[in-house]
């Protein structure tokens, strides 16, 4: 079975600066999906980038990106530039593609960091 | 607007007492996803659904259970034999081949 860590439980950063969230992950399989998902106090959880691990090049998303180091099993979160609204719970999520063509077998979240925006 | 909507937003279940949390989509999606959130952890899954009239156990499936009549809805059911229900309930979609997954805003079930 596949395991998530993320091994930081609360992350703060001044507002306007970069912080990196990490995640790391164990799996035998060899293409996967990563994911990182933001839960603010509504508790939604929201899309913020995802990962092809057949894919070489980090995902960007506006002021976020990865850096995925696939042998190290590595995938953390770079926020560039933070607001006040990106203060929120961050999950690291990993897909297998072992049953691909039906949905498969869900996700498998790490225990999430607390980002906290100082102003 | 096409989404996840997810009800009752708080639920209270008495002890021995069975109760319904809803899910329903209008995203087209095929497959359906059940997860249970504790305070301080990650979401672990219940049930999940990849097609109308068939589901399968995720890891931590004791105590609930299932169905999906429709493509739109897929209904989680917190049985009395769930001896720790207290939890925050998010129930998922998603497009076969596709693999992000679409959350609701949740329903969060106390026990009295």
């Known amino acids: 079975a596949q395991t998530v860590t993320q091994s930081q439980p ?9 912080v990196t969230l990490s995640c790391t992950y164990d799996t035998s399989e060899s293409d996967y999906y990563l994911f990182w998902y933001k839960q603010p106090p509504s508790r939604q959880m929201i899309l913020v980038i995802r990962q092809e ?7 960007t998303e506006n002021r976020f990106s990865v850096n995925f180091q696939k042998a190290a099993k590595s995938f953390s979160l770079k926020i560039s530039d933070s607001q006040l609204g990106d203060a ?25 960091t607390h980002l906290i925006i100082q102003p | 607007d096409g989404g996840i909507t997810q009800s009752p937003k708080y639920l209270f279940r008495k002890e021995g007492q069975n109760v319904t949390l809803s899910c329903e989509q209008n995203l087209n999606h095929d497959a359906m996803y059940w997860y249970r959130q504790d305070p301080g952890q990650g979401l672990r899954l219940i049930y999940y659904s990849q097609i109308v009239n068939d589901f399968q156990k995720g890891d931590i ?8 009549e429709k493509k739109e809805s897929f ?6 034999a769930q001896k720790n229900p207290t939890a925050f309930y998010l129930c998922a979609s998603s497009i076969p081949l596709k693999e992000t997954q679409y959350f609701g805003p949740g329903t969060r079930l106390l026990v009295l």
């Not at chain 1, 609360?10 to 507002?15: A, L």
């Not at chain 1, 929120?88 to 999430?112: E, H, N, V």
């Open chain 1, 88 to 112: 929120a719970m961050y999950f690291c999520a990993y897909r297998s593609t072992m049953y691909s063509g039906g949905g498969a077998d869900g996700l498998t979240f790490g225990k999430g």
């Open chain 2, 75 to 80: 209904p989680l059911t917190v049985t009395s």
């Open chain 1, 53 to 59: 691990a057949y894919k070489q090049q980090n995902a």
């Open chain 2, 61 to 68: 499936a004791e105590g609930y259970s299932v169905s999906r």
């Open chain 1, 10 to 18: 609360e992350m703060s950063v001044q507002e306007a600066e970069t």
